[in-house]
């Protein structure tokens, strides 16, 4: 028996709005690739309005390895692993 309560952390694994202090208001943002490590990958937040970062995430290699693994189930396992 499988448990679905996995998947549903991962729905709010991505930020899809953080309070931007330059806008003074919770603000979509859009993720970009900051910094690529051997372990793991590092993620800038940008406001989509005034382009400030607002957050930060870190990426590692499990955790990319799972998201890859659920991204490629909902896309009909047309993306790669690795
Ligand atoms: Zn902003």
């Given at each position: 028996?499988?448990a ?10 991505t ?8 806008c ?7 993720e ?11 993620f ?29 189930r909902?896309?009909?396992?047309s993306?790669?692993?690795?």
């Open positions: 028996m499988t679905p309560m996995n998947q549903q952390q991962f729905e709010n694994f930020a899809s709005s953080l309070y931007c202090e330059k003074k208001a919770a603000m979509p943002v859009r970009r690739l900051l910094l690529v490590l051997p372990d793991r990958e590092i800038d937040y940008l406001c989509t309005e005034c382009g400030s970062s607002v957050g930060r995430r870190e990426v590692t290699a499990g955790e990319k390895m799972m998201a890859q693994a659920i991204g490629a909902r896309h009909g396992r993306a790669r692993l690795g």
